[in-house]
């Protein structure tokens, strides 16, 4: 989708971090934006930076948890309402926990997959018939590096990562066997400064039961929160980096480059059929 003025973008995770930043840059190009998150009052801010440094944009927005499928059909009905189509959908959102395999707690598999890939799920299956119905549209998934590549101690995250890439190469697929003017891109970065570290702010209640607060687990934790805070890549960049790619219907996104030499190493190391591959020591 080479010319994004007045065309729709639907963005969830809206409120904060990247999500907040792809906002911004379809308001650049003169997008209208349909925003969702959980985080309403963030929605507000993400809605005031826009209008502020690109007067004139519209937008809507709507509480939504896109672990729920009626949650994000009500947003393709927002979309439709107000602004009569939906043209770039970015499945953004996404949550983390941390730990040892063995430690997560089922609540800490349902919040994560809910979010992470059913999320993903639910924004396909309420946009892609919409944007093939009217001739044109782009998914952009958010996946990570950690759906290549796998660190310890994020166990849930990086499976339900590595589903988000899985999800979007079928659908590439999907949608060229039926002859669909609709792309697709999966975006895979690695660390960079966003509230990824601090999304269990947002957890449901009933869903609170997580894995054992242990010593290994929090020195993880605390490595994640350095690596997260020490990104050389803003997420303003990536969200630029990510509407060029849009722009020049571009499939894979890596960020951050190192990501692929990795990915290609974890490759050499399924063919020796050895040892698992260590991401951290990138061997």
């Known amino acids: 989708m080479k010319d ?4 729709v973008a639907v963005i969830t995770g809206g409120g904060s971090g990247l999500g907040r930043e792809l906002a911004l840059c379809c308001a ?7 925003l969702a998150d959980v985080d309403e009052s963030g929605m507000v801010e993400t809605v005031r930076q826009a209008g502020e440094r690109y007067p004139g944009t519209e937008s809507a927005t709507m509480r939504v948890d896109v672990s729920r499928s009626e949650d994000v059909e009500a947003l393709a009905r927002l979309a439709r309402e107000r602004f009569g189509a939906a043209h770039l959908l970015f499945n953004n959102a996404g949550v983390a926990v941390n730990g040892p395999m063995w430690d997560y707690t089922p609540d800490d598999w349902h919040w994560v997959m809910g979010v992470n890939v059913y999320g993903v799920s639910w924004g396909i299956r309420a946009f892609v018939p919409m944007m093939i119905k009217q001739g044109e549209g782009h998914v952009v998934n958010t996946a990570s590096a950690a759906g290549w590549v796998y660190a310890p101690g994020s166990g849930v995250y990086n499976a339900s990562k590595s589903a988000v890439v899985a999800m979007s190469e079928t659908l590439a697929m999907d949608l060229r066997d039926v002859d669909a003017n609709v792309g697709v891109s999966v975006l895979c970065p690695a660390f960079f400064p966003t509230a990824i570290t601090s999304s269990a702010r947002h957890r449901p209640s009933e869903l609170g039961e997580t894995s054992p607060e242990t010593e290994a687990k929090r020195q993880r934790e605390e490595q994640l929160k350095q690596a997260v805070e020490k990104g050389r ?3 303003a960049e990536i969200a630029e980096l990510t509407l060029k790619a849009v722009e020049q219907n571009q499939f894979y996104i890596f960020p951050h480059k190192k990501i692929k030499a990795l990915a290609l190493a974890r490759a050499q ?3 020796r059929e050895t040892d698992a591959f260590d991401t951290l020591a990138g061997r």
């Open 28 to 34: 650049a190009r003169g997008m209208r934006l349909v």
């Open 4 to 7: 994004l003025k007045g065309k």
């Open 233 to 235: 890549i803003s997420a």
């Open 269 to 271: 190391a399924a063919d």
